[in-house]
């Protein structure tokens, strides 16, 4: 009797573990979106790139320092989709 609630169980539970490999989008259409800034197509915000590359994903402000000489002694250094199209 207990091992058939047993299999019953994992039967049960099964489909359950198994749909969440089955559910993964193998199309990078939502995984990753780099904006494409250059287009004229501008519906809530920027169209995401179709090709990325490793260029997309590089940021030149945050290597530069600024200057700290204020009351706190530290910075901040905006980065949105205009600086960082993959933000």
């Known amino acids: 009797m207990a091992t058939s ?3 019953l169980m ?5 489909p359950i573990f198994l749909a969440s490999f089955v559910s993964a989008d193998p ?3 939502q995984d990753v979106c780099v904006a494409d800034l250059a287009s004229d197509i501008k519906l809530n915000g ?3 790139k179709s090709n990325i590359t490793a260029d997309d994903f ?7 320092a ?3 000489k204020n009351t706190f002694g530290a910075t901040v250094t905006p980065a ?3 600086q960082v199209p993959w933000a």
């Open 27 to 29: 199309d990078l259409l």
């Open 10 to 14: 994992i039967s049960m539970m099964m």
């Open 66 to 68: 600024a200057l700290t």
């Open 5 to 7: 609630a047993y299999v």
């Open 46 to 48: 920027f169209p995401c």
């Open 80 to 82: 949105f989709v205009q």
């Open 58 to 64: 590089f940021f030149a402000g945050l290597v530069k």
